[in-house]
């Protein structure tokens, strides 16, 4: 289990290193992480990306569509098309 090592997104980090650990087998689901959910000693591997992930209600990418920036993405690269989305307030 993951090591909390920042008070302000240790909930972020804790659901991450979980994420993380289910899917680190499952190469055909890559698994995008917020930054505040990667411990910033933790290096992201290849299949593990660490951004800031925003979500838009319309394919128009503007500020006005953006409704937030999600923290955990899951990708079924067998559809092509996303399978998870996580917000963690």
């Given at each position: ?20 650990d289910i899917f680190s ?65």
């Amino acid at each position: 289990m993951a090591t909390i090592h920042s008070k302000s997104h240790a909930l972020h980090e804790v659901i991450g290193s979980i994420f993380s650990d289910i899917f680190s087998i499952r190469k055909d689901f890559p698994l995008v992480l917020d930054t505040a959910c990667l411990p910033n000693e933790v290096e992201p591997s290849n299949d593990r990306v660490r951004q800031h992930i925003p979500l838009f209600i319309d394919e128009e990418k503007c500020e006005i569509n953006r409704i937030c920036d999600v923290d955990i993405l899951v990708i079924d690269e067998r559809k092509g098309q996303v399978s998870i989305v996580a917000e963690i307030e």
